[in-house]
Every structure is written in C-alpha cells, then in structure tokens.
C-alpha cells in the first residue's frame, strides 16, 4: 500500500484482526457442525466446509472432510444401488480440499476404500451376462444359443457387421433385430449394439463389460462355439462372484473362445487392449496381464474343459467360412503378432474401472 497513511493501516489492521476473529469464532460452529456426524444432513455439512474453506481455513475444511469421509467408510454397505453408495456432497468436498491443498493421501485413502464396494451377487444358477461379438455367420450364433441351458438375465451382441452390404450382413442384421424384438426363450433381455464398422473383438469385449457393470459375472463367447450340456451350471457352480476370477470353458490355446470373468477380476486387471485390431493376439496380452497379477485366480476345470472339447474341434469358423476375411486376416494377424511381440509398446492399464463405472452410471 504505497503512500498508505498511518490512520489508513491501523483501520485495515484493526479490520483484519476483527476478520480473523469473527473467522475463529465461526469456524469452530463450523467445525462443530461437520463433527455431528450424523446429526447434520450431507448438505448442511458441506456448506460448512464451503464455508471454512472460504474463510481459509483449509486445515480445518480438510480435518472436516476426513471425518466424513471415514465415517462413511464405516457405515456404507459392501454393496448397494449406486445412489445409496455415494455421497455427492462428500465427494464434490473432497475434490474441494484436494485441489486447493493437492493431498494426494486423501485420495488414496478414498480410492482404495472404494476398493471394499462390491458387484450385486447373482440368483444362484443364473448367468447375469452373456456377451457375443458377431460378425457374420448367424446361424452359428442360433447354434449357440440353442445350446444353452442356464437361465441368462441379459444376452449383448456386438454386431461387427457395420458398413458391410453383402447378402450375409443384411440376413444377420435381420435376424438380430428379430431377436432384439422378439426375444429367446430362457433369457430376460436382448440388447444388440451395431457398430459402425468391425470395431474388434477386444473393443467388443470391452462394450459389453462395461455397458452392463450391473453384472458380478459374465460369459464372453465367440458366436461360433456350442456348450455342452451341464457345463454352464457347473461352471456357475465353480466361479466366486465375489473374487477376481476368470474360468475359460476351453484348454488352451481356445480359452479365451468362451471364458467367465467375474466383475472384480476385469477391475484388478482391466480391459482388453483394443490396440490388436480387429482380432487375435488380445487374448495371449490379457493372459500375460492375468498372470502378472496376484490378486487374480486362473481357475482350469477340466471336467468342463473336456465336456466342452469335442463339441468345438475347431476355432475360427467366422474367418474361415469368408475368403476376404481370411485373406485379411493374414495381414492383420502378423501385424498382431509383431505388436504383441514389442516390448516396447505401452503396456494396457485401467484398474478400478469396474467400480468407477458401476458408481458413476446414469441408468
């Protein structure tokens, strides 16, 4: 205050002190506020919290919003609607302090107990998702589902068939829209998802998991597979919707043809990597990643494995029934292959993602 004279500092000081003392007066009723726990609606305790923080009392705002945060650590249920899990007035107070204090702690504190949340369990004896990218071929996909003998709440298909106008695109598309329309016996819901082109089978697999995060376990099968009778209630039978855990239906090297994931495991070890594209070699990354993960149980039944063998000798019955796409399929699988080879690529993160999405859904 250049030129200030002394009547004008000892007013601004006389000021300040008043300032700081009505700010110490208020801020410990607001503080005593955001104590009451449970005695204070959320709103209530984040307009104090608003109100500490402008008054700069950003130790006092952040002790606030950790009282609140591990209170409701403790009292938030192992699962639950997304609307009853979160808080939006503790979050938007926690982003507050963070940003304004960049205490990385807080957050971890708030990622890893996020960590405690868990997928709704599945009715004994039903498969909550049954996801299938299709490309051509619907009568292999009718094969499949004539197969199944397990009730499924909810039957994705990724139609790949996009931008293609041969007779076998159209016929498919038609018949997936009789499906989406009229249903399957033994299934709740049909809901087809039609890409603008073939997207891949990672990029398929992954519109599927996360479209439905609802579901604790799903099925992700080519549309060229058929199951054994008995196999899909024995494999319910083995997978703990409660763990990380993938089962593949398959031995090696079909296993990732027909495979059950539970919600936990893609969560730990996140989504397939879209960069192999359109098909083949996501799988051996993904096993890798599974692997390099100890969270993560590999679970082999060869009861189911073996039942399911004879049924499926061969794989790759959608690239092999269209010469074009066999004939594409030998670029892009070298091309595959000399990707999953280089070390030197970036190596696929995303866990946490099954939660994140499961919490933060509009629908």
């Known amino acids: 205050m250049e030129g200030a004279e002394p009547a004008e500092l000892r007013a601004l000081a006389a000021s300040v002190a008043s300032w700081q003392e009505l700010g110490q007066r208020y801020g410990q009723r607001l503080k005593a506020i955001t104590a009451a726990g449970g005695d204070s609606a959320p709103a209530q305790r984040a307009e104090a919290i608003d109100l500490l923080l402008t008054l700069g009392d950003l130790a006092g705002a952040r002790e606030a ?3 609140w945060l591990l209170e409701w650590m403790r009292e938030m249920p192992l699962r639950g609607t997304p ?5 939006p007035d503790l979050l938007r107070c926690l982003a507050d302090v963070v940003e304004r204090s960049s205490d990385q702690s807080l957050l971890t504190v708030f990622w ?3 960590e405690r949340f868990a997928p709704p369990l599945p009715a004994e004896g039903v498969l909550p998702l049954l996801g299938v990218p299709v490309l051509n071929r619907v009568d292999l996909l009718e094969s499949l589902l004539a197969s199944l003998d397990v009730p499924i709440e909810t039957l994705a298909i990724v139609d ?8 076998d695109a159209l016929e498919l598309r038609r018949r997936l829209d009789t499906l989406e329309r009229e249903g399957h016996a033994g299934i709740g819901r049909v809901r087809v998802a039609r890409a603008f082109g073939n997207g891949g089978v990672a990029a398929a697999w992954n519109q599927i998991l996360l479209s439905f995060p609802e579901a604790a376990v799903a099925l992700i099968v080519n549309n060229d ?5 008995g196999v899909l209630a024995a494999a319910l039978g083995r997978i703990d919707a409660e763990r990380a855990q993938v089962l593949p239906l398959l031995p090696a090297p079909a296993s990732f043809s027909a495979f059950l994931i539970t919600a936990l495991a893609w969560d730990r070890v996140g ?3 879209e960069g192999f594209h359109p098909a083949y070699c996501e799988d051996l990354d993904y096993q890798d990643r599974l692997q390099a993960c100890t969270e993560l149980e590999w679970i082999v039944d060869r009861g189911i494995q073996q039942a399911m063998a004879p049924l499926n000798p061969t794989q790759s019955a959608t690239i092999s029934s269209d010469p074009a796409l066999e004939a594409a399929n030998r670029r892009s699988f070298q091309l595959n292959r000399l990707w999953y080879l280089y070390r030197g690529r970036p190596l696929q993160r995303g866990s946490g993602q099954w939660r994140r999405r499961w919490l933060s859904q509009w629908s």
């Open 225 to 229: 597979v058929v199951v054994a009778p």
């Open 83 to 87: 609307d009853r899990l979160v808080q």
């Open 65 to 67: 919003v950790v009282s």
């Open 160 to 167: 790949n068939s996009g931008g293609r106008s041969d007779a």
């Open 271 to 273: 989504l397939f990597d």
């Open 112 to 114: 890893q107990g996020m």
